[in-house]
């Protein structure tokens, strides 16, 4: 769908779990929409598995043309919560925004959030969960997986261990 001549981008926030129903039914009604997704890490009885859910729960992106598109319909879609306004007019958002998104796309169109552990080499953390819980160590680097090493002294000695990312915090 080819975007309005002057159109800019605002929020439209959905109803709960509405995303996908909302942005259907804006672009049956020819409009341009964003609805920007990410590949979450669940975990289940001992398997890890991903599965596509929204960045921004309860809220898609569209493209208008205040001047030219009869926008206050967007209010009475099947999904729409209502268009995120200023007062009476829509709240476009910043020049920037979309294109940093989409920037961050990898080719299936997921929006990357690796962002890495946030340590540096020989960071002290500490174990939150586990067999290894309230262990403080330091860190040691990245390994397989979104897991981090870690160095505990145990029994004297530096043993590395290999924990999920999200087991670990800055101590």
């Given amino acids: 769908m ?10 439209v926030q959905t109803q709960v779990n509405g995303e996908a129903k909302a942005a ?11 609805l920007p997704r990410y590949l979450k890490r669940r975990r289940h009885a001992r398997k890890v598995d991903f599965v596509a859910k929204p960045l ?9 043309d205040i001047a ?13 919560s209502r268009l995120v306004c200023n007062g009476e007019e829509p709240a476009a958002v910043p020049d920037g ?13 997921f929006v990357s959030t690796e962002a890495g552990p946030g ?23 990245m390994g397989d997986h979104d897991r981090v090493a ?12 290999h924990l999920d990312v999200d087991l670990v915090a800055a101590a």
């Fill in 2 to 11: 080819s975007q309005a001549l002057n159109a800019r981008w605002y929020v």
């Fill in 24 to 34: 259907q039914n804006l672009l049956r009604q020819g409009y341009e929409i964003y």
């Fill in 56 to 64: 921004f729960p309860r809220y898609v992106f569209v493209a208008i």
């Fill in 68 to 80: 030219t598109q009869r926008w206050r319909s967007i209010q009475s879609t099947q999904g729409v």
């Fill in 97 to 109: 925004v979309l294109g940093a998104l989409r920037a961050r796309e990898d080719a299936r169109g």
């Fill in 119 to 141: 340590f540096a080499l020989g960071d002290k953390v500490r174990v939150l969960a586990g067999a290894f819980m309230d262990s403080a160590g330091l860190f040691d680097g």
């Fill in 150 to 161: 870690i160095l505990l002294d145990m029994l004297g000695r530096k043993v590395r261990v």
